[in-house]
């Protein structure tokens, strides 16, 4: 390992090159040769030819294959890291910034209704009260708050606490090699949970469970002092206890798209899921890449279009992720399931964008969701209206982006400032955007059967540019190893 680095995640002296990292990995897939060459290629830190920078969506899954335990995911984000100190980020980046006015939340909150916003305002207010226990909303929660509006929570709803501005206890920055960012965050996560006393934190999300019990602790040496719990394993708890009592089995055909990080905290979540999932009805179908090789959803294809040549273009960040979406979206496709069950409000959200794209008749629930129905609680269930909110917003972004500056610096996240607010002139562009997208020019069969139609054209070509730079790359790779031996 070089000595540019300030972490050390992985463990080269462990790491034999066998690549069975990088050939099982669900997303690259390479034969075993190209594995070893790829690994290799990585540790010398030949960032230009690694056709693992180009393609990794962070999915984490090479860590917990690996046969030696050598952390090779940590050996990709220390690459990250290096390649993000040598440049800035693209501007399409503010998306994921808390403190960026043109962030996700804070331009998706433009077009949520004032039960949504209330709901948000009081979550961030119960941040400033000593609390011994905490039901932890998430930042990809917040782009979600209806989901919290039933009475199955009503036991933890005084408990419900988070702000955006927390930036998932650092997992974002973490995702694309902001190290020192997120060790950062992660201490004033653990000064600001200190202070209030908690001793109890439930979390809507395993984003940031895992931040808690496993990314935090040890990659960085923060340890927290409360127990963590998810809140799927509460609400299964009350399944098998008869406080939550099933009125109607559901008898439903489902798949459930397992998580990138619910491969931490001992892989709790999928058995978690499946488990609801049996006790209210369901069976579940199960997509080729599931559990431990789940893909990722899609969202993180954007990390590795933040590197390398192309990494200003916006253009190139979107098609990226809409392949990586459409890629799970079609998995799930093809088990003729009913429906898609999503533990994590973000991959909920972003799923339901590429639901609405391509014009998929595959339902996407949140298990919660399912429960409520099963249960006799309708839930309010507005995936599909909050994706066309999020396509407003990002509409926005990309528009912003041919007049401003093509890349940023990022700024420290303070987490106890709130979001900035819309410009003015952002905020009536959303909402502008956003009558467009609800209206009946677009919310008709014509033009969303177009819409899909063209979606799904462009992404086939983009798939087609990616395997030419896959071969192009490993050819190079390849060509270099034959004049090393020569």
């Known amino acids: 390992m070089d000595a540019k680095s300030d972490f050390r995640f992985f463990d080269q002296d462990a790491c034999d090159r066998c ?22 290629t990585l540790i010398r830190g030949d960032t230009d030819a690694s056709l693992v920078l180009q393609r990794c969506v ?22 990250y890291y290096q390649e993000g100190k040598k440049r800035d980020l693209p501007y399409i980046a503010k998306f994921i910034f808390p403190n960026e006015p043109e962030n996700m939340w804070t331009t998706t909150r433009v077009l949520m209704g004032e039960d949504e916003l209330s709901l948000l305002r009081s979550w961030e207010e119960n941040l400033k009260r000593p609390r011994k226990e905490i039901l932890l909303t998430g930042f990809y929660n917040n782009l979600v708050p209806y989901i919290s509006q039933t009475s199955l929570l009503d036991e933890l709803k005084p408990a419900i606490a988070g702000s955006d501005s927390m930036f998932g206890m650092g997992e974002d920055a973490y995702r694309i090699g902001l190290l020192d960012e997120a060790e950062r965050l992660g201490r004033l996560a653990k000064e600001k949970f200190s202070a209030m006393g908690v001793e109890k934190m439930y979390c809507f999300m395993v984003v940031e469970a895992c931040m808690f019990t496993d990314v935090l602790p040890k990659r960085f040496g923060i340890d927290f002092d409360f127990d963590v719990e998810l809140l799927d394993s509460w609400i299964l708890d009350r399944l098998r206890s008869g406080k939550i009592a099933v009125n109607d089995k559901l008898n439903m055909k489902v798949t459930v798209h397992d998580n990138c990080c619910g491969r931490y905290m001992d892989g709790i979540l999928p058995d978690t899921t499946r488990e609801i999932m049996q006790r209210i009805g369901c069976e579940v179908v199960e997509m080729r890449h599931t559990r431990e090789n789940a893909l990722c959803c899609g969202w993180a294809g954007t990390v590795p279009t933040l590197f390398g040549p192309t990494s200003g273009n916006p253009f190139h960040t979107l098609l990226n992720l809409l392949q990586s979406l459409y890629l799970r979206l079609q998995e799930a496709e093809a088990t003729g399931a009913d429906a898609m069950v999503v533990p994590c409000p973000g991959c909920y959200a972003f799923l339901s964008l590429i639901k609405v794209l391509t014009n998929s008749e595959l339902d996407i629930y949140l298990p919660l969701e399912l429960v409520q129905i099963a249960a006799g609680e309708m839930p309010v269930h507005r995936n599909e209206e909050r994706a066309w909110d999020i396509l407003a917003a990002t509409t926005n972004l990309v528009l912003k982006w041919f007049f401003s500056p093509k890349r940023f610096s990022p700024r420290p996240v303070e987490i106890e400032k709130p979001l900035p607010e819309a410009g003015r002139g952002d905020a009536a562009r959303i909402r502008l955007f956003g009558r467009l997208f609800h209206g009946v020019v677009v919310q008709n069969p014509i033009t ?10 462009v992404i086939a070509a983009y798939r087609v540019y990616l395997e030419a730079k896959k071969r192009k790359t490993l050819g190079k790779i390849a060509d270099t190893t034959w004049k090393k031996r020569g």
Do not use: Y
Request: aromatic letters at 6%; glycine letters at 4%; one cysteine or more.
């Open 448 to 457: 969303r059967s177009l819409l899909a139609s063209a979606v799904k054209t």
């Open 58 to 79: 962070t999915c984490n899954i090479c860590d917990f294959i690996c046969p030696q335990h050598a952390n090779p995911f940590g050996l990709i984000l220390e690459r």
């Open 19 to 40: 690549g069975i990292c990088f050939e099982r990995c669900p997303v690259l897939e390479l034969p075993q040769d190209e594995a070893r060459r790829q690994i290799d």
